[in-house]
T-cell receptor, first 116, second 113 residues
């Protein structure tokens, strides 16, 4: 069975703090893909990053960084120097070896609130 | 601009009624998906379609139906058999193929009155 767990339901930080959103996944597939999406109050999900199971390099994009560790089945997301505009619900998702793109297993989501 | 358009944004349904949610994309994507989102839960897959005139059930298909007569369109009907339809519904599309990212519409919030 495939599963994604985001244990943090809600996180509240003050602007400029760093914050890490945790994601733990389960799969027996050898090839799989992990995603992070952001859901602002407008409702639509915005794609942030994709990682395949063979690429464990950390990724940095501006204030965002991702730490993928197969040994612990984790794909954590860090926002450095958070801003109020980062307030949103963030979803981690998994796509297995035999799944077409878009057929995703989502975690429960983490609601991030960044206060000024 | 290319994207996915869902309509209406808000929809109210009376008990026993069928309602249809619209999803149109102009991204020329082969694959389209419907997800349901409930408060405090992640998204769950209702139906998906990888090509025109073909679709498959997702994890929670009971009480829902879809059609895929055109590449651009993938409407979702919430039937009276769906016992708890109040939720936020999101449509997505992707080019298909393993590991490709999905692009989402802005969602339809359905409320039973």
């Amino acid at each position: 069975a495939q599963k994604v767990t985001q244990a943090q339901t809600e996180i509240s930080v003050v602007e400029k703090e760093d914050v890490t959103l945790d994601c733990v996944y389960e799969t027996r597939d050898t090839t799989y893909y992990l995603f992070w999406y952001k859901q602002p109050p407008s409702g639509e999900l915005v794609f942030l990053i994709r990682r395949n199971s063979f690429d464990e390099q950390n990724e940095i994009s501006g204030r965002y960084s991702w730490n993928f560790q197969k040994s612990t089945s984790s794909f954590n997301f860090t926002i450095t120097a958070s801003q109020v505009v980062d307030s949103a619900v963030y979803f981690c998702a998994l796509s297995g070896e035999y799944n077409q793109g878009g057929k995703l297993i989502f975690g429960q989501g983490t609601e991030l609130s960044v206060k000024p | 601009d290319g994207g996915i358009t869902q309509s209406p944004k808000y929809l109210f349904r009376k008990e026993g009624q069928n309602v249809t949610l619209s999803c149109e994309q102009n991204l020329n994507h082969d694959a389209m998906y419907w997800y349901r989102q409930d408060p405090g839960q992640g998204l769950r897959l209702i139906y998906y379609s990888q090509i025109v005139n073909d679709f498959q059930k997702g994890d929670i298909a009971e009480g829902y139906s879809v059609s895929r007569e055109k590449k651009e369109s993938f409407p979702l009907t919430v039937t009276s058999a769906q016992k708890n339809p109040t939720a936020f519904y999101l449509c997505a599309s992707s080019i298909g193929g393993q590991g490709t990212e999905a692009f989402f519409g802005q969602g339809t919030r359905l409320t039973v009155v």
